[in-house]
């Protein structure tokens, strides 16, 4: 079955220091992953999108990595601030469907002063 | 240029009752798609419209209709609203295939 699984479920950090999401998935044939940050009461909105061609991508201090032979990605995001508490959702390419998404059930991310 | 609006943004229900969630894009996208959000789960797609005039089913269709108005407008109905269907809904729409989704606010409901 395809699925996105997303890792830790919740994570605690303060403010300036640097942390790291996981991303692990099944999907095949793989498309494209993105990550997506929602804010509370929001709907999610795109952070970055990658090919399987793509190693890295980032979008100012958010860097998102790629590894398509284990399956696995990451989002870096550096010098926390209080703006980035917020859910981070990978998302893939479902293979079965047009511009059909699997999303994970992301990483609540809460950055204390 | 407001992206995805969504109405209501609130709105609670008693089961067996119906309603309609409206959901316009001022982006002149082809594609459009309902989810629904659950606490500790993924979103999950209810339907989608991949241009004006088409619907398909998506993951989890079950009590939920569609209607693509025209190439803004995509509204979901629940007929006969159930406690199961509390969640939140989010609208999205996209330009082409692969294309970047884009969310509207959602709509939080509630069916007692």
């Known amino acids: 079955k395809n699925q996105v699984e997303q890792s830790p479920q919740s994570l605690i950090i303060l403010e300036g220091k640097n942390c790291t999401l996981q991303c692990n998935y099944t999907v095949s044939p793989f498309s494209n992953l993105r990550w997506y940050k929602q804010d509370t009461g929001r709907g999610p909105v795109s952070l970055t999108i990658?090919?399987?061609?793509?190693n890295t991508k980032s979008n100012g201090r958010y860097t998102a990595t790629l590894d398509a032979d284990t399956k696995q990605s990451s989002l870096h995001i550096t010098a926390s601030q209080l703006s980035d508490s917020a859910s981070y959702i990978c998302?893939?390419?479902?293979?079965?469907?047009?511009?059909?998404?699997?999303f994970g059930a992301g990483t609540r991310l809460a950055v204390h002063p | 240029n407001a992206g995805v609006t969504q109405t209501p943004k609130f709105q609670v229900l008693k089961t067996g009752q119906s309603m309609t969630l409206q959901c316009a894009q001022d982006?002149?996208?082809?594609?459009m798609y309902w989810y629904r959000q659950d606490p500790g789960m993924g979103l999950r797609l209810i339907y989608y419209s991949a241009s004006e005039g088409t619907t398909d089913k998506g993951e989890v269709p079950n009590g939920y209709n569609v209607s693509r108005l025209n190439k803004r407008e995509f509204s979901l109905r629940l007929e006969s609203a159930a406690p199961s269907q509390t969640s939140v809904y989010f609208c999205a729409s996209s330009a082409r295939d692969l294309n970047e989704q884009f969310f509207g606010p959602g709509t939080r409901l509630t069916v007692l």
């Open positions: 990658m090919t399987f061609s793509e």
């Open positions: 982006m002149n996208h082809n594609s």
């Open positions: 998302v893939v390419s479902d293979p079965g469907g047009y511009n059909k998404l699997i």
